[in-house]
């Protein structure tokens, strides 16, 4: 694990927050993003530090392929999105643990948000963490369980 590690220092953590555990599968969780204003921004992280796909197990991978259709289920049903946008980049300083981004995109979002212009909403005020737990309940109630 990396010394700074984000996503290993509160995989770490014993009691997380809702926000910070929408959903878990084993080698898993899924946590609502800190760092935006836009509601729904999901993050699916591995429990084990890893920084590349390539370093994923056949079994993290079919994981995350359920993960990520099954949180644009719930995300569908508690935003009312069109679709997601899916995204992994994992380059930042302190974030270079694999996770990928799935962010509800909406009907009314602003040319300027569309497509990349989705990470506009990182640079905004980011949500309160209780309005990031009752998304993160709320998203958490919606989840399929196939």
Known sequence: ?????????QSALPDL???ERVWALPGWRVAHDFNTSLPGWLI???TRHVESLDELTAEEADTLGLLLRQASIALKA?????KTYVMMFAEKAGFTHVHFH???RMDDFPE?????G????????PMAEDRRDE?????SSSWPSD
Request: glycine content about 8%.
């Open 118 to 125: 989705v990470f506009g909403y990182l640079r905004e005020t």
């Open 102 to 104: 799935v962010v509800p």
């Open 44 to 46: 699916l992280v591995p």
């Open 112 to 116: 300027d948000r569309v497509g990349p």
């Open 78 to 82: 508690v935003t009312g999105c069109r």
């Open 17 to 19: 927050p809702v926000r």
């Open 1 to 9: 694990m990396a010394l700074e590690c984000y996503a290993c220092s």
């Open 135 to 139: 998304l993160a309940a709320e998203i």
